[in-house]
C-alpha cells in the first residue's frame, strides 16, 4: 500500500436498515479500517436506536454519532412550515447529508454503499468529488436472501420495527411511510404518531397547509373509520400480492424475492432509508 492509498478514509453510513447493518457486518473483516457512521436526527424510532447499539456491540468498535448542526425545527422554519416530501427533501439534505459531507471533509474518501445486485434503483447519495461510492454487494452477486443470513448468522437479526410492519428506517415522521405504515405508528408508537401530526398542524402558521401522506391529515387518517378502510385496503392488495408470488419464477424465489421488495417500497433516500 501507498502513502497515497493510506490517507484515502473508508466509511459506511448506517441508516439503522437492515442492508446498511448487513454491509457493515460483510465489511467487518474485509475492510478493518472502515468507519462507522450514523447520523442521529433526533427523530429515530426507540428501535433503530436500539438496532443501532445492538450493532456496535456485534461490530465490535464503535458507531460514531453525526448530528445536524441545527434541529429539524429550525429547517423547518427556514423552509417556512414546508414539510419534506418526495418532491423536496430538505430533511435528508440538510439533516443527513450535510452532516456526512462535514464530517468527511475534503480528503480522499471511499464511500461504502448497501444496494444489493436485486435492486435497480438510485439514491440520494453525496456528489462531493472527493467521495468515491462503491457497492460491495452488487459487485458481489449479493441479492435479499443473502443479506438475511448475513444478519441471522451474526445474531443481529432484522430490525425491530419490521417486526409491527415499518418497512425502513428513517425518522418517525418519514414521508415516504406507506398509509398502512402510519397507521401502525399509530397503535405502535402513538405518542410518535401525535408529535408528527403536530408539526402537520402547526404548518397553517405560515400560511398553508402541507400533509405527511399526500393530501390527507393525519388527524384525517386516524379516525377509526379511516383505519379500518386503509387496513382492509391494504389486506386485499397484500392477498393480491402473495397470490401473484406463487407464480413467481424458481429462481425469484431462491433469490428473496418478498412483498418488502415491491416497486413501491424501494423509493426513498439511500442514506436514510438502506
Not at 456485534?58 to 417556512?80: A, M, N, S, V
Not at 444489493?116 to 456528489?127: K, V
Not at 454487494?137 to 415499518?166: C, H, N, T
Amino acid at each position: 500500500m501507498t502513502a497515497a492509498d493510506s490517507e484515502v478514509r473508508h466509511i459506511l453510513s448506517l441508516s439503522g436498515g437492515k442492508d446498511s447493518a448487513a454491509l457493515a457486518i460483510y465489511l467487518r473483516d474485509r475492510v478493518p479500517d472502515v468507519e462507522y457512521i450514523f447520523h442521529d436526527t433526533d427523530k429515530e424510532l426507540p428501535e433503530t436506536m436500539d438496532y443501532i447499539a445492538r450493532l456496535q456491540a456485534i461490530l465490535g468498535k464503535p458507531i460514531i454519532r453525526t448530528t445536524p448542526d441545527k434541529p429539524f425545527e429550525h429547517w423547518l422554519k427556514i423552509y417556512r412550515g414546508m414539510l419534506p416530501s418526495n418532491h423536496r427533501r430538505w430533511c435528508t439534505k440538510m439533516m443527513k447529508l450535510k452532516p456526512f459531507e462535514d464530517y468527511v471533509g475534503d480528503g480522499p474518501v471511499i464511500n461504502y454503499v448497501g444496494l444489493r445486485a436485486d435492486e435497480n434503483r438510485l439514491g440520494y447519495i453525496s456528489t462531493k468529488p472527493n467521495i468515491k461510492a462503491v457497492y460491495p454487494f452488487q459487485d458481489d452477486g449479493l441479492v435479499r436472501a443473502d443479506i438475511i443470513r448475513i444478519l441471522e448468522d451474526s445474531g443481529l437479526g432484522l430490525p425491530p420495527y419490521m417486526d409491527w410492519g415499518r418497512s425502513r428506517s428513517g425518522c418517525y415522521f418519514c414521508f415516504y411511510q406507506q398509509k398502512i405504515e402510519w397507521v401502525r405508528l399509530l397503535e405502535t408508537h402513538p405518542e410518535y404518531f401525535k408529535l408528527a401530526q403536530e408539526y402537520e398542524e402547526k404548518t397553517v402558521e405560515f400560511g398553508e397547509q402541507f400533509y405527511w401522506s399526500q393530501n390527507e391529515t393525519l388527524r384525517e387518517l386516524s379516525r377509526p373509520e379511516r383505519v379500518a378502510e386503509i387496513k382492509a385496503h391494504h389486506e386485499a392488495v397484500e392477498a393480491k400480492r402473495k397470490a401473484r408470488r406463487r407464480n413467481l419464477p424458481l429462481v425469484q424465489v431462491l433469490a428473496g424475492l418478498e412483498p418488502e421488495d415491491a416497486p413501491h417500497l424501494r423509493d426513498g433516500c439511500l442514506v436514510c432509508s438502506i
